[in-house]
Every structure is written in structure tokens, then in C-alpha cells.
């Protein structure tokens, strides 16, 4: 019997699923079952979106219910319904809607309820976005769309921008190669061509990203926070027929400036009208859109001068610090107030003010707007800055060597007796300080001081990577600096830092990342034997004197490596002690180090790059490039320096044997008697500097 009923309510069941029954029911007669298996409600967003969604276009999927005495419940549909309800309660529809429902077996509620919840896959965004496009080519508008789905223009604005993104990189994006910030980052231009080139050019990247996608994008642009952008006005710019990429997705510098050479000229051209307003003034006046601390250098200058000061206002600080006076001498802890202490603050508040009313006081005279003039910038605000006073060397009056004033002091302060007081710029004042080579050398190349710090502090690094792996040399040289420390006889100018902590270094980290240099010191610090620092003291002193020779080798020659100075070949003052370590490491600075683009060629002078070529490749190669931008000269001698320069830049054997080992002045290490420097034609040597380990790595 039992079986016989089970096998009946199979066939019900089977029955059910094949001949569904469908009803229109009054939205009065529906309530929630408890057999619906979400319990936990959707987020707010989301059921303000269905809201939207049912009010605009109707309910388009029906409920699942059953029947429970007069009533439905509804077992599949709850976020409907309750839709449906609030409806009802704005009094959008009536309780008498009719809503279309399947009626079930009570049986059959929690399994349709499971399967609809969770045997389902929600939309992928990508085609969330072309939803949202053919909608609006559909004629809808951006409000009436976000009408619909219960969501803001802007969210709207935003996916219709990502349904405009290049179907490739959508593709890539179906695919779950891409992520949808990605996505958004190429929303920055309309033009599918420039997104691909994007896409190709960041993919070379070690991590490709939407930063990555953004930069490359924008790099031509200025952005809308930038000085210049606050300058001219984005309106402005944009009425001159400026284009502008807005980025939907960021919530600052969201506007790009497309054209850089419109709104530089725009710039210039409102600079150029303050500086023909301050030229009424001075006796000249220049516009400049960037300066630096060398842009004033070839000037002199005036400075103002005090005016007569106020008699009122000394007669109140003279009064006051009387006052002030008065108060101190009277101090005493006991008798002291309150009142007394707030006296004093405000004593000393107004005399500050006084002070700055003082030096604020001052202008420039008849004679000095004759001599002098100004340069009109802009500073990192937006807006414009004058630099007053700046005086020509050929508008600085020469004094007469016949004139009563011809003893008057000279220099800095030198003036006449009918000429202002004029500070000299640097290329008039006399001068005792003899000229340093080196110094005078890398300014003609163009080599900063930034640059020097990077080239010693990679010279240094590849130094002490050598010294790391010779014990022997490093034990000789921590016993010189200790011995000849000890003795004390002369002077002594240490190659090591005997402080025992690493040597103070410059240069930027970025610039001796993943070297050869780098990778070698990694490799010797992973073979430290360090077991023994894991012990307590006294213990770990037993336990490294219990370790094998070789161990205790190496961590001195460790030890004394990062107590190694650093210093170029040519550095004033340098120590003869550190060159000679590296002659008898016989360091191949070239095996480890080549300047490329971004370490060296772009950031020396253009004249310096082409004259360096000329001599080791030759005239016609030099000539060549000379018409080439500094980034696309920096790139030709970045390929034809490297190690391969032959398959690089197509170099014949004999002139890669130069160009792949050429140094700047101050690199190499003389490993064979004759110090290699950037004016000698070098001979390639082998990898034999290199421990044998890292020969394949250099």
C-alpha cells in the first residue's frame, strides 16, 4: 500500500512538471511562503533596481506559488512580490492587480524554490553594457533607462562608455583575460584603434594594468589639476576648440586636456599679455612658462627698498614692548594671573604684525624699474608669478674707474654712486675657486648630480658584489683599514665605513633593481650560513665559531663588503684604496652594467650622446640621428650600446667590440693596467670577472 502511494505521488509530481497550471491572482490573495529558501534579503540597490524595473515595463516572469487555503503562497518570486507590494503601497497599482503565477504542488515548493535561486548564472557585465546600448539606440534616453532599472544617470553614462569600448577588448574581457577596471581604463578614448595599441603596448609590461592603460592614454595629455590647465581654464580651452577626455571612472583628475600644444600656446599667450602689462613698469618683462633655480641664473638683481615707516606704528611698538618690559621684570609666580598671561600673548601676537608690516613695507625705485625687469610664470596653483627685479648683465651699470667711488666694495654688494644696489649674477663676480675637471666635464655632457649618484652607486653595487665573493681580498682589505687605524700614522682616508654598519650610499634605489650586480648579491646572501643568529647570546657566538671556515669566509667578506665606500674613477678627493680593490677583483664594470635609455642616454645631453657616437661608430651613424627628438636618440644609442649593439642596431663586429663595452668617465676599474674610460677605444674582453655562476645571467 505504501508503495503503491509513494509510486502515485511520483506520477503527481511528474504531472505537475509536464502540465504546469497557470492563473492570473489577485495581488491581495499572494503572501510569502515559508517554504521559499532565501532567507537572507538582496541588497538594497538590487531590489530598488527590480522595483524600477517592474514599475517601468511590468513584471515579465511570473511567480511559483501554491495553494494554502484561500490564500497563494509564493515560493519562487519573493523579491517580485515584495516589489509588487510597495507597488500597491505607492499606489502605483491596485490589491486587486492580477499577477500571473504557476501553480504548484506544496510538495514541489522548496525544490523550485532551490533550483530558481541557485541553478542560474547572473549576466556578464559585458553584456550588461551592450544591453544598455541597445536600449539607447533604441531611442531611450539616459534617464528614462535609469528610470527603468532603478539606477542613476551617471551609473548609466558609465555602462553606456564600456559598451563603446573596441569589441576586441571586449572579447579578451568575455574571456576572463581582462579585469573591468581594465575596461573602464580604455573608456579614455573613443578611438578603437588607439585602445588596441594600448592594450599591445602595456601586455609588454611585467603587470599590466588599468594604471598601466591610463597612463599610456594620457601621457600625451595634460591633465584637468594640472598648472597650466588651472591657467588657461578648461572652458576656455575647450572654446578654442580644445578636445577633452572625461573619465567616468576616477574620481580626481578625471578630465584630460587632448591637445598639449593648443593649450600651451593658449598659456603663452595669456602669459604674454600680463608680461606686456608689467613691461609698462619694468624695463622688460618675459614670459616663461617653466622655471627652475637655473632659469634665474644668468641675472643680477634688485631688491627693494624700505620705505619710511609709520610713526604711529613705531610710537605703538615702542609702547608695547615697554609694556613687555614692564611684564617681565614684574614677573612673579604667585601673583600672576590669568589675565596678566593673556596680556602678554597678545603683546607679543602684535608685535609680530608689526614686524611683518615692516618688512612688507619696501618698494622698488624709479632707478630699478629703469634697470631691471621680470620674468611672469606660473606656479603650481594655476596661478601667475612675478619674478621682480631680475637685471641683465648688459643693463647693470659699469662702474667708472675714475669715479670717487672707485675703492666702494666689490663682488656681490658692488655698486656705483649713481646706480642701485644690484646683486651680480654668478657670471660677474669674481671668482678664486679653481676649476674642477671633473665637475666641468659632466656639466658639458649633461651629466646632474642625480645621474652621478646613480652611476656611483651602481659602480659601488657591482664593487661589492665582487668583494662579497673573494674572501681573501676582503679579509686584506678589513685588515688594512683596521691596521692602519691602530697605527695611526698620517693622515689615512678609509675605503671601508669601520663603523660596522653599511656605508652611507646615494643614488636611487630604482637604478640598481634587478642588475647583474643585484642578482649576484642575492645569490651569495642566500648561501650564508645564518643558522647560528637564530640563537640567543651567549650561544650564538658558540655556534658561529663552530662553523666551517668557509662559512665564516664568507660572511666576512659579506661583512666587509657592505662597508665598502662608493665613489666614481674621477671623483674629486677619491680614495686610491677602492680602485685599487676593484684592479685586483678585476671588475668588469661593462659585464654588469650598460647604460640604456632610461639610466643613462636620456638623461645626459643631447651633444654628448651624438659626439660619444661619432667617435665610435662615426660621423655619417652620428649625423643620421642628429635630427632625431632626445627620446628617439636615447633609444638608437640604447640599442647601439648594449651588449649585442650587432643585432640591435645592426653594427658591424669591429664597432660593437666598442660600443657594447664603452663606459662613461669614471665607471670602469683599470683591470688591465690602462684605466678605461669613455674617451679610449676598448677591447672586449671575456666574462671572467664574473663568478662562473652568473656568467650566463651577465
Same mark, same amino acid.
Given at each position: 500500500m505504501t508503495?503503491?502511494?509513494? /509510486?502515485?505521488?511520483?506520477?503527481?509530481?511528474?504531472?505537475?512538471?509536464?502540465?504546469?497550471?497557470?492563473?492570473?491572482?489577485?495581488?491581495?490573495?499572494?503572501?510569502?511562503?515559508?517554504?521559499?529558501?532565501?532567507?537572507?534579503?538582496?541588497s538594497a540597490e538590487a531590489d530598488a533596481e527590480l522595483y524600477a524595473s517592474?514599475?517601468?515595463?511590468?513584471?515579465? &516572469?511570473?511567480? +511559483?506559488?501554491?495553494?494554502?487555503?484561500?490564500?497563494?503562497?509564493?515560493?519562487a518570486g519573493g523579491r517580485r512580490l515584495a516589489a509588487l507590494q510597495k507597488l500597491k503601497e505607492a499606489g502605483h497599482i491596485k490589491a486587486g492587480h492580477k499577477v500571473p503565477c504557476q501553480i504548484e504542488d506544496p510538495d514541489l515548493a522548496e525544490d523550485t524554490s532551490a533550483a530558481e535561486n541557485l541553478v542560474r548564472a547572473a549576466m556578464h557585465a559585458a553584456d550588461?553594457?551592450? @544591453? *544598455?546600448?541597445?536600449?539607447?539606440?533604441?531611442?531611450?534616453?539616459?534617464?528614462?533607462?535609469?528610470?527603468? *532599472?532603478?539606477?542613476?544617470?551617471?551609473?548609466?553614462? #558609465?555602462?553606456?562608455?564600456? @559598451?563603446?569600448?573596441?569589441? !576586441?577588448?571586449?572579447?579578451?574581457?568575455?574571456?576572463? =583575460?581582462?579585469?573591468?577596471?581594465?575596461?573602464?581604463?580604455?573608456?579614455?578614448?573613443? %578611438?578603437?584603434?588607439?585602445?588596441?595599441?594600448?592594450?599591445?603596448?602595456? $601586455?609588454? $609590461?611585467?603587470?599590466?594594468?588599468?594604471y598601466a592603460i591610463r597612463n599610456h592614454l594620457t601621457q600625451k595629455t595634460y591633465s584637468g589639476a594640472s598648472k597650466l590647465a588651472k591657467f588657461v581654464g578648461v572652458d576656455t580651452y575647450k572654446a578654442a576648440g580644445g578636445t577633452v577626455i572625461e573619465d567616468l571612472f576616477s574620481e580626481r583628475d578625471n578630465t584630460h586636456l587632448e591637445d598639449p600644444?593648443?593649450?600651451? /600656446?593658449?598659456?603663452?599667450?595669456? +602669459?604674454?599679455?600680463?608680461?606686456? !602689462?608689467?613691461?609698462?613698469?619694468?624695463?622688460?618683462? !618675459?614670459?616663461?612658462?617653466?622655471?627652475?633655480?637655473?632659469?634665474?641664473?644668468? *641675472?643680477?638683481?634688485?631688491?627693494?627698498q624700505p620705505l619710511?615707516?609709520?610713526?604711529?606704528?613705531?610710537?605703538?611698538? =615702542? /609702547?608695547? #614692548?615697554?609694556?613687555?618690559?614692564?611684564?617681565?621684570?614684574?614677573?612673579?609666580?604667585?601673583?600672576?594671573?590669568?589675565?596678566?598671561?593673556?596680556?602678554?600673548?597678545?603683546?607679543? =601676537?602684535?608685535?609680530?604684525?608689526?614686524?611683518?608690516?615692516?618688512?612688507?613695507?619696501?618698494?622698488?625705485?624709479? !632707478? =630699478?624699474?629703469?634697470?631691471?625687469?621680470?620674468?611672469?610664470?606660473?606656479?603650481?596653483?594655476?596661478?601667475?608669478?612675478?619674478?621682480?627685479?631680475?637685471?641683465?648683465?648688459?643693463?647693470?651699470? &659699469?662702474?667708472?674707474?675714475?669715479?670717487?667711488?672707485?675703492?666702494?666694495?666689490?663682488?656681490?654688494?658692488?655698486?656705483?654712486?649713481?646706480?642701485?644696489?644690484?646683486?651680480?649674477? &654668478?657670471?660677474?663676480?669674481?671668482?678664486?675657486?679653481?676649476? %674642477?675637471?671633473?665637475?666641468?666635464?659632466?656639466?658639458? #655632457?649633461?651629466?646632474?648630480?642625480a645621474l652621478a649618484d646613480d652611476l656611483r652607486a651602481t659602480r659601488h653595487q657591482i664593487l661589492q658584489a665582487h668583494l662579497v665573493a673573494d674572501y681573501a681580498t676582503a679579509y686584506d682589505v678589513m685588515l688594512y683599514a683596521m691596521a692602519r687605524a691602530f697605527i695611526g700614522r698620517g693622515s689615512y682616508h678609509s675605503p671601508l665605513d669601520q663603523s660596522l654598519r653599511p656605508a652611507m650610499t646615494q643614488g636611487a634605489n630604482e637604478a640598481l633593481k634587478e642588475t647583474v650586480a643585484a642578482l649576484m648579491l642575492e645569490k651569495l646572501q642566500e648561501g650564508l650560513n645564518l643558522s647560528w643568529a637564530e640563537a640567543d647570546a651567549p650561544e650564538d657566538f658558540h655556534q658561529l665559531c663552530s662553523l666551517e671556515e668557509s662559512d665564516k669566509q664568507a660572511l666576512f667578506a659579506w661583512c666587509t663588503s657592505y662597508a665598502l665606500k662608493q665613489q666614481l674613477s674621477n671623483d674629486t678627493r677619491t680614495n686610491p684604496i677602492i680602485e685599487a680593490i676593484g684592479t685586483r677583483l678585476n671588475v668588469d664594470v661593462a659585464a654588469c652594467w650598460r647604460p640604456s635609455a632610461e639610466t643613462y642616454w636620456a638623461r645626459v645631453k643631447k651633444d654628448h650622446a651624438l659626439e660619444t657616437a661619432k667617435a665610435l661608430i662615426g660621423g655619417e651613424w652620428a649625423d643620421d640621428k642628429s635630427g632625431l627628438r632626445k627620446p628617439e636618440l636615447a633609444k638608437a644609442m640604447d640599442q647601439a650600446f648594449s651588449e649585442t649593439p650587432g643585432e640591435t642596431a645592426g653594427l658591424t663586429a669591429e664597432t660593437a667590440a666598442k660600443t657594447s663595452r664603452w663606459l662613461p668617465d669614471g665607471m670602469a676599474f683599470d683591470v688591465s693596467g690602462e684605466t678605461r674610460s669613455g674617451d679610449?677605444?676598448?677591447?672586449? $674582453?671575456?666574462?671572467?670577472?664574473?663568478?662562473?655562476?652568473?656568467?650566463?645571467a651577465a
Open positions: 508503495k503503491t502511494k509513494s /509510486k502515485a505521488a511520483d506520477v503527481a509530481k511528474t504531472a505537475a512538471v509536464a502540465a504546469p497550471s497557470f492563473e492570473l491572482i489577485p495581488l491581495s490573495k499572494l503572501t510569502l511562503s515559508p517554504k521559499n529558501v532565501r532567507k537572507s534579503p538582496a517592474i514599475k517601468e515595463t511590468g513584471l515579465k &516572469q511570473n511567480l +511559483l506559488v501554491h495553494k494554502v487555503g484561500a490564500k497563494f503562497h509564493v515560493h550588461q553594457f551592450e @544591453a *544598455f546600448a541597445t536600449l539607447r539606440k533604441k531611442g531611450r534616453t539616459e534617464a528614462q533607462i535609469a528610470a527603468q *532599472f532603478g539606477i542613476t544617470q551617471n551609473l548609466v553614462r #558609465q555602462r553606456l562608455k564600456l @559598451a563603446s569600448v573596441a569589441p !576586441e577588448i571586449m572579447d579578451i574581457f568575455r574571456a576572463g =583575460d581582462m579585469t573591468l577596471d581594465c575596461v573602464m581604463a580604455f573608456t579614455l578614448t573613443d %578611438d578603437h584603434a588607439r585602445q588596441i595599441e594600448a592594450w599591445e603596448a602595456v $601586455q609588454k $609590461q611585467y603587470n599590466p594594468g588599468a600644444d593648443l593649450l600651451e /600656446k593658449l598659456a603663452e599667450e595669456k +602669459l604674454a599679455g600680463l608680461a606686456a !602689462e608689467a613691461a609698462k613698469t619694468w624695463k622688460w618683462a !618675459e614670459p616663461m612658462l617653466e622655471v627652475d633655480y637655473d632659469s634665474f641664473r644668468p *641675472f643680477g638683481r634688485v631688491y627693494p619710511a615707516s609709520d610713526p604711529e606704528l613705531d610710537a605703538e611698538y =615702542d /609702547k608695547l #614692548q615697554a609694556r613687555q618690559t614692564e611684564l617681565e621684570d614684574d614677573y612673579d609666580e604667585d601673583t600672576w594671573t590669568e589675565a596678566l598671561q593673556e596680556e602678554e600673548e597678545k603683546i607679543w =601676537d602684535r608685535l609680530r604684525e608689526i614686524d611683518d608690516i615692516r618688512e612688507a613695507n619696501v618698494a622698488y625705485t624709479d !632707478e =630699478d624699474h629703469k634697470i631691471a625687469g621680470c620674468v611672469v610664470t606660473i606656479n603650481h596653483a594655476g596661478e601667475p608669478t612675478y619674478h621682480d627685479g631680475l637685471a641683465r648683465p648688459e643693463d647693470i651699470p &659699469q662702474q667708472d674707474a675714475g669715479d670717487e667711488s672707485a675703492d666702494a666694495p666689490q663682488g656681490e654688494n658692488a655698486q656705483t654712486a649713481t646706480a642701485p644696489e644690484i646683486e651680480l649674477p &654668478q657670471s660677474m663676480r669674481p671668482s678664486n675657486v679653481p676649476v %674642477d675637471a671633473t665637475a666641468a666635464a659632466r656639466k658639458a #655632457q649633461g651629466i646632474t648630480q679610449t677605444e676598448t677591447a672586449a $674582453q671575456d666574462d671572467t670577472a664574473l663568478p662562473a655562476y652568473l656568467s650566463d
